[in-house]
Nanobody
């Protein structure tokens, strides 16, 4: 059993910053790949950023240079630092973790960028 608990979502002005956190708990056996996805109303869920067990990162083109993914392995926690936020970043953001061929998802947290 693996659970992912997200925090840090909310309202922010355009150009502002926000940091999301996702803590994994339960039957975690090793350092795993973790990532962030987002889904806006009427849109497909899309990859935002991913960080592997070795610390390699990848980002969607739309967020490169503005977002940064990081992790604290001792806490089984992944973070998403979001800077220079735009209204088009508004979406539900989901954390995930891959272990033994199974993909676990968090509950999602709402991020709204509006003036």
């Amino acid at each position: 059993q693996v659970q992912l608990v997200e925090s840090g979502g909310g309202l922010v002005q355009p150009g502002g910053s926000l940091r999301l956190s996702c803590a994994a708990s339960g039957s975690i056996y090793s350092i795993n790949t973790m990532g962030w996805y987002r889904q806006a109303p009427g849109k497909q869920r899309e990859l935002v950023a991913v960080i592997t067990s070795t610390g390699r990162t990848n980002y969607a083109d739309s967020v490169k240079g503005r977002f940064a993914i990081s992790r604290d392995n001792a806490k089984n926690t992944v973070y998403l630092q979001m800077n220079s936020l735009k209204p088009e970043d508004t979406a539900v953001y989901y954390c995930n973790l891959v272990q033994r061929g199974y993909i676990y998802w968090g509950q999602g947290t709402q991020v709204t960028v509006s003036s």
